[in-house]
């Protein structure tokens, strides 16, 4: 053997060498012909190639290494870069690395392009003028469907040339593959019978080894098309998403005037957002294959049946077919409707949980779990049976189904596969073989088992087809049903965003979102209010409710302002206002147009801390990039927080980069100081504070007022706390008059003001002088309360537990 494999060895060495040395003398006899100078520049092409080559590859590496490093640092800095196209790049961690992505923003022409869709469709549709709030027709299979439905499409397929449509076609490609592959199993299945009936050894294991490679094939063909669906419902999810997204969150403020003001959608834009969109998506990625899929296989199949059973088999096949799909469809419920209903419960019920983790603390301090648990139960069992009478509807409907779809038609199936052993004239191809062998007469029943197995698999194979056809009635209803939620929702978001609350030739409400005549300019050095109604907006398409009837004022730089007066006044109306949160329906509201540095800044009544780092809370709504681009450190940071009296947070809480739930971790005035080191970090020239310190020391609530003051930030202060006065110029009282929609703007430490104060302190020692008097008409009361009255009109002692007071000198007088 050793000697054998030696021999081998050296048989195949030689072979190799011979076949080097072929190519070394061909590259030798080659390169001696070539000229001189063609060699130089050959010799210095390839050392170039090389070096630009080694150069490349290093360059690559170096930059692969580089962005593995800024991936991990933006990951755990919470952070993301700015593109100069206006995309973004972010990293999100993906495994043990990170994974590079960039978001490009939805161009603003889009959803000029899109609006027409979703706020004017065609009036065929059904759907309304898109004037009507939640402009939504009955879910069901019907052509307003086909518009909501072809409208998300144009998102989820932009181009043509867009990756879903590549995902598409290949998704497509490998369903006609699998069709294929059905019919050459139908064939060889038929084979099979055949070669066994016979006792063909030989070819039924060849068959057999057919059959297995065949069936290796298929499989990865399955596999590869759950696998394409899956890919497509993810991909039209991302596109759904960020369109939606881009739409909810901009300057123009939707999140925030999507549940405040419309209220298309109610309160539960998360749920739309993220559970039906994703049903929405599945459904749409499965309906192209459960439709698609069936009706390539219904071509085939049929085609193929009609060459080997004729036409007569055929038309009755169809007929059948169409014939239970109408019963079908006239008898199902109306699965669209449904699911939008059910949709809408599971919403409600999900924000009924939201709300109790976020206001988990206060129902603690109330004991009030009692009265949630029954909300949460009550919103449950809504949708509890509202579910069982969906299910009680599907009982009916798939006994129906089933009976028609599996049993019925494989009663046809077997009728119509034996028309050419019974009707050869009408039986196809099958009844022309059928009338041949019936001459010959030899081996007619193998040839009829053969053509029997074919057709009763080709005819399995389209019943399976149309009943998956007529199962996805059933699919495309529900499609339905979350077609429109998704449709609405955006509709609802296009209206909200381009503020079409227009009324054709309709009358509309005092200060409905239709009526809104009032200005908002933005750029000014100042905070100006021209005549302007403070009025608490009513959700579209009610009128809104005027606080104040008329407001006129103007704050320069470095003119404080305390806005103070009565609770549910509309101080924070104001304020609402100036930001652009509410509408501004009469007069002139002018502002600074940025926000932050150089701008203008809001501090809210309820403190908000951000998802993130130590780093974040201070610097919100900066990022940690944006920090550095502003030439900030950690060291401004820490100056900031020292000012605020919050410098010993880094070291408790373990570093700028500790991610904690900040909202539980921080105290109610430690959450108000860091609203003030956010203003002492971006340095506005205006800053709006609402109730920034009510749970502040009074000698920290001053050092705070003078740090802003000294950094140059004009303060507009709201509150109740008339010892704020000190720090600011002005005084808006609002809450005058009997009516209390009176207001007055005055100088602090004028000698109107002090008058106003010393009538105020008249008032008071006025009353203060009637206390003896209130305070004995007191005594008489509870005396004449601790009596005990009899029957027959006499009065009994007080038992002795109870302390009657000794009636002083004064009230027996
Ligand atoms: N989103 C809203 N939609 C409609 N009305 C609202 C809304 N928010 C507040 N209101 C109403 O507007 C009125 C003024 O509210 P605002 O918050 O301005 O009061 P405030 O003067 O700041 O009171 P407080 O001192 O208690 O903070 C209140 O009657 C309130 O019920």
């Known amino acids: 053997m050793a000697v054998q494999s030696t021999l081998r060895h050296t048989a195949a060495e030689d072979a190799l060498a011979a076949f080097v040395d072929k190519w070394t003398d061909l590259f030798k006899t080659r390169l001696r012909k070539t000229s001189r100078t063609t060699r130089i520049v050959a010799t210095i092409a390839l050392i170039t190639s090389i070096v630009l080559g080694g150069e490349g590859a290093r360059r690559w590496w170096k930059r692969k290494r580089h962005e593995r490093e ?7 800095t919470n952070s993301w870069l700015h593109n100069k196209d206006g995309s973004r790049t972010i990293y999100v961690p993906y495994k043990d690395r990170t994974s590079k992505v960039v978001i490009n923003n939805t161009d603003p022409l889009t959803f000029e392009a899109h609006r027409r869709l979703f706020l004017n469709p065609p009036r065929v549709s059904g759907l309304g003028n898109g004037t009507v709030p939640s402009a939504q027709a009955k879910p069901g299979l019907n052509l307003a469907f086909l518009h909501q439905f072809l409208s998300l499409m144009s998102i989820m397929i932009p181009r043509w040339s867009s990756k879903e449509a590549g995902l598409l076609l290949s998704h497509a490609m490998f369903l006609m593959l699998r069709t294929y592959l059905s019919l050459v199993v139908a064939r060889l299945d038929g084979e ?8 063909n050894g030989k070819a039924l294991a060849l068959g057999l080894l057919k059959w297995c490679g065949l069936g290796g094939f298929a499989s990865y063909t399955n596999a590869m098309i759950k696998f394409l669906e899956s890919k497509v419902s993810i991909a039209f999810r991302t596109r759904l998403t960020r369109y939606i997204h881009d739409l909810y969150l901009n300057d123009n403020l939707n999140y925030y005037k999507l549940v405040n003001l419309d209220g298309g959608i109610g309160h539960s834009a998360d749920q739309f957002v ?6 929405f998506c599945a459904a749409a990625a499965s309906i192209y294959s459960s439709l698609g899929k069936p009706a390539v296989d219904i071509g085939v199949f049929s085609f193929q049946l009609y060459r080997s059973l004729g036409p007569l088999a055929v038309t009755g096949l169809f007929s059948t077919y169409f014939l239970t799909a109408s019963i079908l469809r006239r008898l199902s419920p109306p ?5 939008a209903v059910e949709g809408r419960k599971e919403g409600d019920f999900r924000s009924l949980h939201a709300r109790l983790i976020a206001n988990a603390e206060e129902v603690a301090f109330y004991g009030g779990a009692d009265m949630e648990k029954t909300f949460l139960n009550k919103e449950f069992k809504s949708l509890k049976s509202w579910m069982e009478s969906i299910y009680m509807l599907k009982i009916r409907y798939n006994i129906l189904e089933d009976f028609i779809l599996k049993y019925s038609w494989s009663a046809y199936g077997y009728l119509f596969a034996s028309l050419p052993v019974f009707l050869p004239a009408w039986g196809g191809f099958g009844g022309v073989a059928e009338m041949a062998e019936l001459a010959e007469s030899s081996g007619r029943e193998r040839n009829r088992m053969k053509e029997f197995i074919t057709n009763k698999r080709l005819m399995l194979s389209c019943a399976d087809a149309g009943g998956r056809m007529m199962y996805s009635i059933k699919d495309l209803s529900e499609l339905a049903g979350h077609t429109s939620r ?3 929702l955006i509709s609802t978001l296009h209206r909200v965003h381009a503020d079409a609350y ?6 509309y409400e005092l200060y409905s979102l239709s009526d809104v005549q009032g200005t908002i300019q933005k750029g000014f050095d100042g905070v100006r209010l021209e005549h302007v109604p403070v009025v608490a907006p009513g959700l579209w398409p009610q009128g809104g409710e005027e606080l104040l009837d008329s407001l006129s004022l103007i704050v320069r730089s470095g003119e404080h302002v305390l806005i103070s007066g009565p609770n549910g006044v509309g101080k924070s109306a104001i ?7 509410w509408p501004v329906y009469r007069g002139l509201v002018s502002r600074p147009k940025d926000i932050g540095q150089d701008g203008i800044m809001f501090l809210p009544q309820r403190p908000y801390l951000s998802p993130g780092t130590l780093r974040d809370q201070v610097i919100y709504p900066d990022g940690h990039n944006d920090m550095i681009e502003k030439r900030k450190s950690e060291i401004d940071l820490r100056r900031v927080l020292d000012e605020s009296r919050l410098g010993y947070l880094p070291e408790r809480e373990g570093g700028w980069d500790t991610r904690k739930e900040w909202k539980d971790v921080l105290s109610g005035g430690e959450k108000q100081r860091m609203g003030f080191a956010r203003l002492l970090y971006h340095e506005p020239r205006y800053a709006i504070i609402d109730e920034g310190t009510s749970a502040v020391s009074s000698d920290v609530e001053g050092l705070l007022y003078e740090t802003c003051k000294e950094k140059g930030i004009t303060l507009i202060t709201i509150s109740t706390r008339a010892s704020l006065k000190k720090y600011h110029t002005y005084n808006l009282i609002l809450g005058e008059g009997e009516r209390g ?4 703007f005055e100088r602090i430490g004028t000698e109107k003001e002090k008058m106003h104060v010393e009538k105020e302190l008249q008032d008071l020692r006025e009353r203060l002088s009637r206390v003896d008097e209130w305070r004995e008409r007191r005594e008489e009361i509870e005396k004449e309360l601790a009596a005990v009255w009899t029957e027959d009109g006499g009065s009994l002692n007080a038992p002795s537990y109870i302390e009657v007071d000794q009636p002083t000198p004064s009230s027996e007088s």
């Open 70 to 76: 800024q991936g991990h640092k933006l990951v755990r």
């Open 192 to 199: 099979l019978v055949r070669d066994l009936v016979a006792g």
């Open 274 to 279: 993220t559970q039906d969109l994703t049903l």
């Open 335 to 339: 699965f669209g409707k449904l699911k």
């Open 486 to 488: 998704v449709y609405t």
């Open 502 to 507: 227009k009324i054709r030739g309709g009358n």
């Open 575 to 581: 304020a609402r206002i100036l930001a652009g949160m």
């Open 741 to 744: 929609d009176e207001w007055e």
